[in-house]
């Protein structure tokens, strides 16, 4: 049991309550039952995980931050980490995967009128549907500004034409939220935001995206062909869609990094096992020196990811703006999950290489994190300019 779990210090506490470690305790359950005996399996076939989405749909490990007033258990943010945590730390894959609602969801959330609320979140509590966050596009990935995707009135209506990729979940997607521009003229500031069922027509899903690591978790890209949705479809206000998106990525980034949290996790305990077993030059290579180093800086760069990562939890359950410390935990834990990772396969050597071995499949994963919801880099960009240009924290 570490400090991060029951230490209380200067008046603040780290300890769970017996709530949380109950629902920590029961995501854990659920990886280690549903999640990573079929990891391996759906990672080598790029299997979509529909039976284990619906059994996590089931338990109640999804969509966890739809209101009561809605018909959602309303978990805090920091209750989310914890799951996210556990299920990463199953398959990251299968893990964002079942998460993914989070994203999609968040922009209704967010700028959601309440009959928007009502119109879309509700049925995602019913039935094991998903929904997607449609952001990226060919050429405009990290430079939002540069998006080509574009929205025009026309009567009570607007006509979306463009293209997005590297969408989670886009392919078994129920709707999505879309961001095109209403304004090419403004830049970002011409971004708006619209909800777009993926059975309208115009909507074509291009291609699932063959990618290197989170293999289970379906990565699309669709066109929109003179795709029409009615103006109430529209979140917010004209030009409001860059703030949208950026406002649901502070909440969102906590999450993905918590995953990434669960997926170094996962491999420091493969770590362990194995320096405890293999034995050279007499002694189980964990008395080498060498190794041990190696351990226990893995064992000090995951539970220094884990708090960054619950203080952003926390923030954002005080009500309190979290940009900063959102990139903080996004940009930490995704550096951390890539060289606990790397370091594993080096604890386990040649074996580590071969696919028969679980820790080749977790460096692989990791990299995603690095990637995705905005890369390190862009961390490291939106971290320097809240330093130098700082906003009010409220």
């Known amino acids: 049991m570490t400090v991060v779990e029951t230490g209380i210090a200067g008046g603040v506490s780290f300890e769970l309550t017996p709530e949380q470690r109950e629902l920590r305790a029961l995501a854990r359950e659920f990886a280690d039952k549903e999640i990573r005996p079929k990891a391996a399996e759906y990672d080598e076939h790029s299997t979509h995980p529909v039976d284990v989405i619906a059994k996590a749909h089931e338990l109640g490990l999804m969509n966890l931050h739809v209101p009561e007033s809605l018909g959602g258990i309303g978990l805090p943010s920091f209750e989310g980490m914890l799951v996210a945590e556990e299920l990463n730390r199953g398959c990251s894959g299968i893990g964002t995967s079942i998460g993914a609602n989070g994203l999609g969801a968040a922009p209704v959330l967010i700028a959601g009128t309440e009959e928007q609320k009502e119109q879309w979140l509700p049925p995602l509590l019913e039935v094991p549907i998903l929904c997607s966050f449609g952001l990226s596009e060919p050429d405009a990935g990290s430079d939002v500004a540069r998006m080509k995707s574009t929205a025009v009135r026309q009567a009570d209506s607007y006509v979306l034409n463009g293209s997005k990729t590297f969408i989670t979940n886009a392919g078994y997607a129920a709707w999505t939220v879309v961001f095109a521009k209403t304004d090419p003229s403004k830049g970002h500031?011409?971004?708006?935001?619209?909800?777009?069922?993926?059975?309208?027509?115009?909507?074509?899903?291009?291609?699932?995206?063959?990618?290197?690591?989170?293999?289970?978790?379906?990565?699309?890209?669709?066109?929109?062909?003179?795709?029409?949705?009615?103006?109430?479809?529209?979140?917010?206000?004209?030009?409001?869609?860059?703030?949208?998106?950026?406002?649901?990525?502070?909440?969102?980034?906590?999450?993905?990094?918590?995953?990434?949290?669960?997926?170094?996790?996962?491999?420091?305990?493969?770590?362990?096992?194995?320096?405890?077993?293999?034995v050279t030059f007499d002694v189980p290579i964990a008395m080498h020196q060498g190794v041990n180093f190696m351990i226990a800086d893995m064992a000090t760069e995951i539970e220094a990811a884990r708090l960054l990562v619950w203080q952003s939890a926390w923030l954002h359950d005080q009500g309190k703006r979290a940009t900063l410390q959102s990139s903080f935990a996004k940009r930490f834990a995704a550096d951390t999950a890539m060289k606990v990772t790397t370091d594993a396969v080096q604890v386990f050597g040649g074996y580590g290489y071969i696919k028969e071995y679980p820790v080749e499949k977790l460096m692989r994963d990791a990299k995603l994190f690095q990637i995705y919801e905005g890369t390190s880099q862009i961390q490291r960009l939106v971290i320097a300019k809240e330093i130098f240009l700082p906003r009010d924290e409220s």
């Open 189 to 278: 500031r011409g971004i708006s935001a619209f909800i777009v069922p993926m059975d309208t027509p115009g909507v074509q899903i291009e291609k699932h995206l063959d990618k290197m690591g989170q293999r289970s978790t379906d990565t699309s890209a669709f066109a929109l062909t003179d795709v029409v949705v009615p103006v109430e479809n529209r979140l917010g206000e004209e030009g409001e869609g860059f703030k949208i998106a950026m406002k649901t990525l502070d909440f969102t980034r906590p999450g993905t990094a918590a995953g990434a949290v669960g997926v170094a996790q996962a491999a420091f305990e493969h770590a362990v096992a194995y320096a405890k077993e293999r």
